[in-house]
């Protein structure tokens, strides 16, 4: 008797035949749940994804089969981007602190801010 092959995986009851719309709704839940994002419309040839330098999802993807190939860099405004640290004047206000102030943040604030994103299209393998 062969023992049981545990590497490989077998999905069961697994519909074969879903849609271009399905496949794409799949694959950007996938993408979006790992911090990434899908920019192509739904359908559309290739699909592109953008993610953050230094992103986990570039290996993912790879993991899951599908070829990666560098469609350039982009920007997008991320939330949280940009941390602000205030510090208590003498005069009761918030002011920032300069990045070498000993003075410890009273306050700190996160804003939306610019961020750099590397995009990449999407094939089969």
């Known amino acids: 008797m062969k023992p049981k092959d545990e590497t490989r995986y077998r999905p069961i009851g697994v519909v074969k035949n879903r849609t271009r719309l399905e496949r794409f709704a799949a ?4 993408v979006t ?3 990434g994002w899908i920019v192509s ?3 559309a040839e290739p699909v592109i994804v953008e993610c953050l330098p230094g992103s986990p999802l570039i290996d993912e ?3 899951a089969g599908y070829e990666l190939e560098p469609a350039g860099e982009g920007e997008r ?3 949280g981007q940009i941390v602000q640290r205030l ?3 003498s005069n009761g206000a918030f002011e920032p602190l300069v990045g070498d102030a000993t003075q410890p943040a009273a306050l700190t604030v996160t804003h939306a801010g610019i ?3 590397l995009r990449f ?3 089969t393998a």
Not at 27 to 30: D, F, T
Request: proline share 8%; net charge positive; charged share 10%.
């Open 27 to 30: 694959l950007n839940g996938w």
């Open 33 to 35: 749940a790992r911090g």
């Open 41 to 43: 419309f739904p359908g």
């Open 61 to 63: 993807l790879t993991e």
């Open 77 to 79: 405004i991320i939330p």
């Open 87 to 89: 510090g208590l004047a």
């Open 115 to 117: 961020a750099r994103v």
């Open 121 to 123: 299209s999407l094939g």
